[in-house]
């Protein structure tokens, strides 16, 4: 049987840092609401940048970490809601820029729980043997789509972009275990990018709204309730228990949310990583960018395990078990 190991960790955020002070000055807000409901006190956005320049940057860090030739690359999934382009892929146009001419290269579109279904995906090709190596990013440009007159919304997301190089192996490591779900009809919580259906023939206009909007307090409740049951359900289906957890890793969107989560399972706040305070919530990316990070900074070594977990619009949510 195949599994899929992460072999290389990589992140590439924008330069460009905007406080909660920095906000203050262009919409009514403050460091100290920011800060006390959400835990974030800065972010990164694009000075220009867009979904596929970052994205670029972590491959071509994946690349230079793994020591793998482009042309040795089978698969290429970017999970992203803010691509620069419906089309070609942010996948494609990474491609493009690290010249994978042999891989095959796609979107997923889960917000913030695309990593989580991004790697889910590469990790079945791997693991039945279709293909033997995965770049999967999360890549996010959100600032493009944030109304900076609503206060709620606007300071809570930030921009960047970070993912893993997978490899197929016969240990048993990598993904050990996964709890996904989706809830369309409670879609309408957590919107953007809206395209209407103009055409030459109908009278519908095409003028869009892009912005994101988001009902707060629904998203919180969503939060609050499905990620504790996510990761329980997971850790029952593995067999594991707190004890075995050397960290979990949840979506950075909010430092309450993670707090109820910590106390409805009853796993101690210690074992929780936290990032949000640099980044806010960078939606698909946050999970890698953290991922790298703890990597980076040693809390996550060779035989590591833990639990990432994502959730967000769509509805959409995921954990899995995973051992470095
Ligand atoms: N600065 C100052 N005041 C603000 C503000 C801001 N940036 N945004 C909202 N407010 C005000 C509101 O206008 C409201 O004022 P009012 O009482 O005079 O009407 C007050 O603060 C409380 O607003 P409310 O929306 O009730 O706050 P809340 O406690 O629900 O917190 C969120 C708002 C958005 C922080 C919270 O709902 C949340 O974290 N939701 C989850 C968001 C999330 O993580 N989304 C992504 C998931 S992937």
């Given at each position: 049987m195949y599994f899929s190991k992460i072999i290389a960790t990589g992140a590439c955020v924008p330069d460009m840092i905007v406080t909660n002070d920095d906000l203050a000055k262009i919409v009514d807000t403050n460091d100290e609401w920011i800060s006390s409901r959400s835990g974030i006190k800065r972010r990164h956005f694009s000075k220009g940048e867009n979904t596929s320049d970052i994205a670029t940057g972590v491959a071509k860090e994946l690349i230079q970490k793994a020591g793998i030739d482009p042309l040795d690359i089978d698969l290429i999934i970017v999970a992203s809601v803010s691509a620069d382009y419906t089309t070609p892929s942010t996948a494609c146009l990474v491609q493009g820029n690290i010249g994978a001419v042999n891989a095959v290269a796609f979107d997923v579109g889960a917000a913030c729980s695309g990593f989580i279904f991004g790697l889910s995906i590469a990790d079945k090709y791997i693991k039945s043997g279709v293909y033997k190596n995965a770049i999967v990013i999360g890549a996010e440009v959100l600032s493009k789509y944030l109304d900076f007159e609503d206060r709620g919304t606007c300071v809570l997301f930030g921009d960047g972009a970070?993912?893993?190089?997978?490899?197929?192996?016969?240990?048993?490591?990598?993904?050990?275990?996964?709890?996904?779900?989706?809830?369309?009809?409670?879609?309408?919580?957590?919107?953007?990018?809206?395209?209407?259906?103009?055409?030459?023939?109908?009278?519908?206009?095409?003028?869009?709204?892009?912005?994101?909007?988001?009902?707060?307090?629904?998203?919180?409740?969503?939060?609050?309730?499905?990620?504790?049951?996510?990761?329980?359900?997971?850790?029952?289906?593995?067999?594991?228990?707190?004890?075995?957890?050397?960290?979990?890793?949840?979506h950075q969107a909010n430092s309450r949310i993670v707090e109820i989560i910590s106390r409805k399972l009853k796993i101690p706040m210690d074992k929780f990583y936290m990032n949000m305070d640099e980044y806010g919530n960078t939606s698909s990316a946050s999970i890698p960018i953290a991922l790298n990070e703890m990597v980076e900074k040693g809390i996550i070594k060779e035989g590591s395990v833990g639990v990432l977990t994502g959730f967000g619009a769509g509805l959409t949510w995921g954990s899995m078990l995973i051992k470095f």
């Open positions: 970070a993912g893993v190089f997978v490899e197929r192996t016969e240990e048993r490591t990598g993904l050990l275990a996964e709890e996904m779900g989706s809830d369309g009809a409670k879609g309408m919580a957590l919107t953007g990018g809206h395209s209407p259906a103009g055409n030459a023939f109908n009278d519908v206009t095409r003028q869009a709204k892009r912005e994101l909007y988001m009902d707060g307090r629904a998203i919180f409740d969503f939060a609050t309730r499905t990620v504790p049951k996510s990761v329980k359900s997971l850790m029952e289906k593995a067999g594991v228990t707190v004890d075995d957890l050397d960290f979990v890793l949840p």
